[in-house]
T-cell receptor, first 113, second 112 residues
Framework: EAQVTQNPRYLITVTGKKLTVTCSQN?????MSWYRQDPGLGLRQIYY???????DKGDVPEGYKVSRKEKRNFPLILESPSPNQTSLYFC????????????FGPGTRLTVL | SQKIEQNSEALNIQEGKTATLTCNYT??????LQWYRQDPGRGPVFLLL?????KEKRKERLKVTFDTTLKQSLFHITASQPADSATYLC???????????FGTGTRLQVFP
């Protein structure tokens, strides 16, 4: 089954404790991205990757890091989480050629105390 | 800056009626526009994509229009059902390498 998986699905942590949210896709997609979704603000892109070893900042990259060492994986790293990073996070992937519909993961609900 | 506007107020309609959702954009000239459905706490799911040279696209009970002059897309669900209740997001893009910019979505509630 074609899918994007994320882990963990739920996470409660404390300020400053480094964490990683994993993302994996099995569709051989070149393009992957991370979004956060907050009430009233919609989906905002954090980082994206056009292919292996190619990453770039989205609209709200501060406080986040990513890496793309393999085509299927695109982990999101919070080196020192803060309460304002409490949010619902989605990983997504798509092909690089049209049609470029995006496939989203199930989401990770993160709470930083 | 680019702005995508969807009606932030929920749309409440009766089962069997046609629901029409609006997506307006400014300072932007997208070549593609996508619509997604999102259920609470879950990831968005792709529904339809329409290109700038297509006036209308249909898929089962769904219909999307794209008016580049008005800078607007309309999303219609005919014969709506309670199972259609969800938030619907529009997402334009300039080309296949451009990122999608998502609207904040319109919540649709279909009552029996």
């Amino acid at each position: 089954e074609a899918q994007v998986t994320q882990n963990p699905r739920y996470l409660i942590t404390v300020t400053g404790k480094k964490l990683t949210v994993t993302c994996s896709q099995n569709m051989n997609h070149e393009y992957m991205s991370w979004y956060r979704q907050d009430p009233g603000l919609g989906l905002r892109q954090i980082y994206y990757s056009m292919n292996v070893e190619v990453t770039d900042k989205g609209d709200v990259p501060e406080g986040y890091k990513v890496s793309r060492k393999e085509k299927r994986n695109f982990p999101l790293i919070l080196e020192s989480p803060s309460p304002n990073q409490t949010s619902l996070y989605f990983c997504a992937s798509r092909r690089s050629d049209p049609p470029n519909e995006q496939f989203f993961g199930p989401g990770t609900r993160l709470t930083v105390l | 800056s680019q702005k995508i506007e969807q009606n932030s107020e929920a749309l409440n309609i009766q089962e069997g009626k046609t629901a029409t959702l609006t997506c307006n954009y400014t300072n932007y000239s997208p070549a593609y526009l996508q619509w997604y459905r999102q259920d609470p706490g879950r990831g968005p799911v792709f529904l339809l994509l329409i290109r700038e040279n297509e006036k209308e696209k249909r898929k089962e009970r769904l219909k999307v229009t794209f008016d580049t002059t008005l800078k607007q897309s309309l999303f219609h669900i005919t014969a709506s059902q309670p199972a259609d209740s969800a938030t619907y997001l529009c997402a334009p893009s300039r080309d296949n390498t451009d990122k999608l910019i998502f609207g904040t979505g319109t919540r649709l509630q279909v009552f029996p």
